[in-house]
């Protein structure tokens, strides 16, 4: 039968697919629909458009998936399967479609919808298979006998010396004989020596001397008696001679000196060389060697007591940490990691040297062996300064300060530091120590969350204010004052945050708005996460902008990373396949992995360095590091702040409408709203005026008298004003609006922006310009025919008696003259007023408005929002002349205003005016305008104010005579 092709082989298993998966006969019509749609797919429409790589990885992340999930037979058959496949024979043959094998192997993994719950039969073995898994060792070894042990411990603690000679006699040659030969020259050998050698001889020989607890004596003879090196014992002798006491030193052979000085440096702790004192190592008195005198070993051994008291204070702060504190920050942790990681380079650098000592191949003096380690001690000495100034004081700060404090001092020593050996490790340490800043940051600016359970960031929540909605913004999260404390010890603050940490700042604040509006309205706001920003972590995203800045080590450099693990030995293999537990043996897998990795990579004389997180880069002195770490970090800082900034602002701008909340405020505070708020303050001015303090202090009926003022434009929101008000403690006979409050609803979050503070602000402005449409009302409402019926009532009085007549008339003026002086004071007034109120209205309310709507847009922060509306605010109130500078100003522009209420109190009291008193307002009048024309004049004469030259201009122009 001749063999069929691959395309003859899929129309049959397509037939085979149709029938399985649909149960469709092959006589009906819709099985020919799809027997053609199946066939033109797999043909001629190459299914997915497979790619071999993809394909590959999925079927790969399918096997790991079954082992993962206790299923080893399923993946192991599965595995055998696939290689089956692609190694099999029909692929030899041409088709036309060159990919056609990983176009099935697409449609098969597509078609699999759930191979881990799908039960596995494993399927019968051929008789060819099941020749292949005979394990012919066991099959061979059946029937062998295992070796039976000699005998328990208490037969053989009663063997005797002749009887232990003995077995060793007969037992030797028995394991070592490989032929006749050899085995009987290795015997004779081994008797020989057994014979002549002695064990406690070779002891001594071959163990090292206790020298740290009894004195040992140290051979120096040499062929040549001149070159003998016993200079110290010659010394002691001469001293000794010339009755000189306790001269007397113990040697120590300069192998064990070196052995002692490599120990120390790795982990100081006493020794018979060093001893440990008030927190300090010194070199033991009346210890040397042979060729030195006692001074000059302690002078040889200076540099390396430095080394190794350095070593030790370093090591006695991360050990001791734990033990001061009960809540570590976690930048000390990363801190203490990176330190860790720095003494491990550093004791492979011993081991190395360490281990050509004990080659005893070279010649190795404490000088040449203090000579090579020269860099490394000069490295630690940096390290421990720079440690000393970092933890300066740490007992008494506080978690925060102790954290940027040290990110500061090792930020600033990396642009500092001119060590080249000790720069990739001065980064990685910062690197390490500022990732807890990364993660706080991190969680805060994806979140919404500030995490920080050490208290060691920079920003912190006031607990206090938790709860606090209206000034949410300004009072719940803070700012540590770090600036000023590291200025205080004349450290330059972290210089990678500056100019960042700000945008840190809002953005949190921004995202925690953002998560607390979602949570509040159950997702019903427009708020959208960035999603992609969110995933990406911040630490792991500046390390990478960073690698990809730095240079790159060649392959061969003492730092680089170990490769790919490669494949398991036999006896690593054996130990797994050991394992009953499938979960067991994949732990046990990847552990043997990393240790053969280790061991093929590093040989006993040339340790592995321990790995940086840079340990591909490399990091020179000259290389710009600041701006390199400012841009590793600065586009993603830029990104969180964007996205969430624009976001809080969009929300704040659509959803809760902020502008037209401030244009309702606007509306009724500035009287925006000129008709409404004119009815309202009308009818206002007339409670004023009745004098019935019961209606006036009745808030029900004014909130309903503001309401129905608004309600027949503004309907939908007139209900979130209400008034209020309270009597002053000042009694005056003229009512006061000083006791008026106009109360306006917001709900938070935009109470952030319209905050009680602001709100009173907002009143006071409204009570100032209230006052003036008070004087202007006031003045409207005295009429000319009530100044005439008063010249009546004068004339009148001359019918009286003549001691009540002389007490009331007023004979200093004629009638006819004083009505005129009243009416010209009228229209005076008038014109200020006037004049005033247009100025208030148009030059500061409606132009200072055009002006904050402009700023408005182009705000892209919630900060910007705040300052844009308080400077709004404020200028409003500074041109109103409220502020405490310009209280002159106001006090003149009242007097005026005061003088109309005067009048019109006059006008209504029907009582005669007296001349003193109409004098009395017009002088008041002519002091108070001219002093607001000439202090106007000069103040826009000094500098561009705009808004005031045509007030100045009026007033200085309408001064009376």
């Not at 702060?317 to 942790?333: A, H, Q, R, Y």
Request: a negative charge; aromatic letters at 10%; charged letters at 25%.
């Amino acid at each position: 039968m001749s063999k069929l092709n691959p395309k003859a082989i899929m129309e049959a298993e397509a037939l085979n697919l149709i029938r399985t998966v649909t149960g469709i006969e092959e006589d009906e019509e819709n099985f020919e629909i799809c027997e053609r749609f199946v066939l033109s797919n797999l043909f001629y429409h190459k299914f997915l458009d497979p790619d071999e790589n993809k394909i590959d990885r999925s079927l790969k992340g399918l096997h790991q998936k079954l082992l993962i999930h206790a299923q080893p037979e399923k993946a192991e058959s599965f595995q055998s399967l696939i290689t089956k496949y692609k190694e099999g024979e029909v692929w030899n043959d041409h088709h036309e479609q060159y990919d056609l094998k990983y176009r099935l192997l697409s449609f098969l993994l597509n078609l699999a919808s759930s191979p881990l719950h799908t039960d596995y039969c494993p399927p019968d073995l051929t008789p060819e298979e099941e020749v292949k898994r005979i394990d012919w060792l066991a099959v061979l070894k059946e029937g062998e006998l295992s070796p039976q042990p000699l005998g328990d411990e208490e037969e053989l603690s009663d063997w005797s010396d002749e009887e232990e000679g003995f077995s060793e006699e007969n037992i030797n040659p028995l394991l070592k004989g490989r032929d006749d030969k050899s085995e009987s020259e290795e015997s004779d050998s081994s008797i020989c020596d057994l014979n002549i050698s002695d064990s406690h001889s070779w002891l001594l020989d071959n163990v090292q001397f206790p020298y740290w607890e009894k004195e040992q004596v140290v051979r120096t003879t040499t062929a040549h008696p001149q070159h003998s090196p016993d200079f110290a014992n010659s010394v002691e002798k001469l001293l000794e001679d010339g009755g000189k006491l306790g001269v007397k030193t113990s040697k120590l052979s300069e192998y064990q000196v070196l052995r002692e000085i490599l120990w120390m440096l790795r982990s100081p702790a006493e020794s018979p060389l060093f001893q440990l004192r008030d927190g300090q190592f010194y070199v033991t008195e009346l210890v040397t060697i042979p060729s030195l005198t006692e001074g000059a070993m302690k002078r040889i051994l200076t540099d390396v007591l430095k080394a190794i008291n350095d070593v030790y204070q370093l090591k006695s702060f991360l050990d001791g940490m734990e033990l001061k504190l009960k809540n570590i920050p976690k930048t000390f942790e990363a801190y203490g990691s990176g330190l860790n990681i720095f003494f491990e380079a550093f004791s492979c650098a011993l081991l190395k040297v360490e281990s050509e000592v004990i080659k005893q191949k070279d010649t190795h003096t404490i000088l040449s062996v203090l000579d090579s380690l020269k860099t490394w001690f000069k490295m630690i000495h940096q390290f421990r300064t720079l440690h000393i100034f970092a933890t300066k004081g740490f007992d008494a700060n506080e978690n925060w300060l102790r954290s940027i404090k040290l990110l500061s001092v090792l930020y600033n020593a990396l642009l500092r530091n001119i060590v080249p050996g000790l720069m990739p490790f001065l980064l990685d340490t910062f690197l390490r120590s500022i990732e807890p800043y990364f993660n706080i940051i991190q969680t805060w600016l994806t979140e919404g969350r500030l995490e920080d359970w050490c208290g060691e960031f920079i920003f912190y929540i006031d607990k206090e204010a938790l709860d606090e909605e209206e000034d949410f913004w300004n009072k719940v999260f803070k700012s540590h004052d770090y600036k000023e404390r590291l200025a205080l010890e004349n450290i330059a603050p972290l210089g990678l945050l500056d100019g960042l940490d700000q945008k840190i700042f809002v953005s949190g604040k921004s995202i925690e708005i953002l998560s607390k509006l979602d949570h509040m309205l159950n997702g019903k706001a427009s708020i959208k996460f960035d999603e992609e920003n969110n995933n990406r972590l911040l630490f792991t995203d500046f390390l990478q902008n960073l690698e990809s800045q730095v240079p790159k080590l060649s392959k061969d450099s003492e730092y680089t990373k170990p490769l790919a693990s490669m494949d398991l030995g036999p006896d690593y293999q054996a130990i797994i396949s050991s394992a009953e537990d499938p979960h067991l043996a994949l732990a046990f897998e990847e552990v043997f992995k990393t240790i053969q990795t280790k061991n093929v990579l590093s040989t006993p004389s040339t340790p592995t360095y321990p790995s940086l997180l840079l340990s591909d880069s490399m990091v020179d002195l000259l290389l710009p590091l600041e701006p390199l770490l400012k841009r590793s970090l600065s586009p993603t800082i830029t990104s969180h702040y964007n996205r969430a900034c624009s976001t809080l602002v969009s929300l704040f701008r659509s959803d809760l409408q902020l502008e037209a909340v401030l244009s309702r405020a606007r509306r009724v505070f500035f009287m925006e709203a000129g008709d409404l708020m004119h009815d309202f303050c009308t009818q206002l001015f007339q409670l004023l005026d009745s004098g019935d303090s019961l209606e006036i202090a009745d808030s029900a009926s004014l909130t309903l008298l503001l309401q129905d003022c608004l309600g027949g434009r503004y309907s939908s929101w007139c209900d979130h004003f209400s008034c209020s008000y309270t009597v002053p403690d000042q009694h005056s006979v003229l009512p006061s609006l000083d006791g008026l409050t106009i109360h306006l609803s917001v709900p938070w979050p935009l109470t952030i922006i319209l905050s009680q503070n602001n709100l009173d602000t907002y009143n006071k402005v409204f009570v100032f310009l209230a006052g003036v449409k008070r004087s202007l009302w006031a003045l409207q409402s005295v009429r000319l025919s009530k100044l005439a019926q008063l010249e009546e009532k004068m004339e009148g009085l001359d019918n009286m008696s003549s001691s009540f007549s002389q007490s009331l008339s007023d004979a200093s003026l004629p009638l006819g003259l004083k009505q005129h002086r009243l009416q010209l004071l009228r229209s005076w007034l008038l014109y200020f007023t006037t004049t005033m109120h247009g100025y208030f209205m148009s030059r500061v309310v409606h132009s200072t408005e055009l002006e904050l709507q402009e700023q408005l847009k182009t705000a892209t922060d919630l900060d910007m929002i705040l300052a844009v509306h308080q400077t709004y605010l404020q200028r409003i109130y500074d041109r109103c002349f409220l502020h405490p500078s310009a209280s002159m100003l106001r006090e003149a522009v009242v007097m005026v205003l005061g003088i109309g209420l005067e009048l019109q109190q006059a006008a209504l009291s029907d009582l005669p005016i007296h001349t003193r008193t109409i004098t009395g307002w017009e002088e008041k009048y002519s002091k108070c305008h001219k002093f607001l024309a000439s202090t106007l004049q000069t103040m826009t004469a000094k500098r561009k104010l705009p808004h005031l030259e045509g007030l100045a201009i009026a007033l200085l122009h309408s001064c009376p005579a």
